[in-house]
Nanobody, 117 residues
């Protein structure tokens, strides 16, 4: 049973930074792809960033240049450093994991990020 626990969300002013963390248990973390998604009120959940087991990263256009995803296999954790935050980044951010590209994602409970203007 995979468990993902996010932390680090909060309220920040536009232009500020936050670092989200996600601790995983019950999974073969080092072999898993890890991702961050977000869902704003009234909108669909969308990809923010993904990091593969080998460290390859992929970012949504909205995150590129401002956000950085990283992982620490020894700590079974994945991080999302968010800089130059904008009000439109306000959302619940979810950590996700899957073992293969054809596997379903497992999700954390989410952490709220609110960016004030």
């Amino acid at each position: 049973q995979v468990q993902l626990v996010e932390s680090g969300g909060g309220l920040v002013q536009a232009g500020g930074s936050l670092r989200l963390s996600c601790a995983a248990s019950g999974s073969d973390f080092s072999r898993s792809t890890m991702g961050w998604y977000r869902q704003a009120p009234g909108k669909q959940r969308e990809l923010v960033a993904i990091i593969g087991s080998g460290g390859t990263t992929h970012y949504a256009a909205s995150a590129k240049g401002r956000f950085t995803i990283s992982r620490d296999n020894a700590k079974k954790s994945v991080y999302l450093q968010m800089n130059s935050l904008k009000p439109e980044d306000t959302a619940v951010y979810y950590c996700a994991t899957r073992v293969t590209s054809s596997s379903a994602w497992d999700w954390g409970q989410g952490t709220q990020v609110t960016v004030s203007s």
